[in-house]
């Protein structure tokens, strides 16, 4: 009698192989059907924020970082909740305000709250499933990772004079000793709630809600005005 268990094992294997490979080919290809389709916030600005940042030279620019990666995530640092979001998403959650974990020109998380964070990836878009390793994660365990990917758009301000920009409005202390590279705080820019992000020495980065997008670009570069060449 021939042996069918060794013919039933790779024929299982294959078929999980199938199977994986087609769920991966519909995520690419709705992929492709999403950036076909979306718009970003900012989009309809673009040229504006060109124009300002070919002005701006040195002193400052101001561009979109469209459809990042952004993931909510809501678990208490030190429990087995925020240990299987860690090991699952390949991150460390911050532990104090105003903390950024990871690295800022890819994959790294904001404290928002002692229970809440972002993670942002900002060298990639956004995909269909961002977060279904983490909901499996915390399969029975209390917590919640929910794609925000569409709840804020990024406008990045650059140059020597992006932090006098900033001050203009930011209702919070933006000097380096207390606003150092590395830090994200929550505070309003002018009547807008945002999330500010100090990712590199002479670059900000703004997250307000996308319904706020338009207000926002044109705040910044009413701000950025008397900096440009022909300001």
């Known amino acids: 009698m021939a042996d069918t268990t060794q013919t039933t094992q ?26 076909s389709l979306r718009t970003s916030p900012a989009a309809h600005l673009g040229e504006d924020m060109a124009r300002a940042t070919e002005l701006g030279g040195q002193a400052v620019g101001l561009r979109e970082r469209s459809f990042a990666v952004q993931l909510g995530l809501r678990a208490t640092p030190g429990t087995a909740s925020a240990e299987a979001l860690e090991s699952a998403l390949g991150i460390t959650l911050p532990g104090r305000v105003g903390e950024v974990t990871g690295d800022e020109a890819g994959l790294h998380t904001l404290w928002l709250s002692p229970d809440e964070f972002l993670t942002v990836d900002v060298s990639r878009r956004q995909r269909p499933g961002e977060t279904l390793v983490a909901e499996a994660a915390l399969e029975g365990l209390p917590g919640q990772a929910v794609d925000l990917s569409a709840n804020r758009t990024i406008l990045e301000l ?20 207390a606003f150092g590279v590395g830090q994200a705080i929550s505070t309003q820019m002018g009547p807008v709630p945002v999330i500010l992000h100090h ?16 207000f926002a670009v044109r705040w910044l570069l009413d701000g950025m005005a008397e900096f440009l060449s022909n300001g």
């Not at 990712?199 to 338009?214: G, H, M, Q, T």
Request: charged share 25%; hydrophobic share 30%.
């Open 158 to 177: 650059t140059g020597v004079k992006a932090r006098e920009v900033l001050e203009k409005s930011v209702r919070a202390d933006l000097h380096p000793r």
């Open 10 to 35: 790779q024929s299982q294997t294959q078929q999980s192989q199938t199977q994986s490979s087609t769920a991966q080919h519909s995520f690419e290809t709705d992929a492709e059907v999403l950036d």
């Open 199 to 214: 990712s590199a020495e002479l670059e900000y980065r703004v997250y307000p809600r996308a319904s706020f997008a338009d």
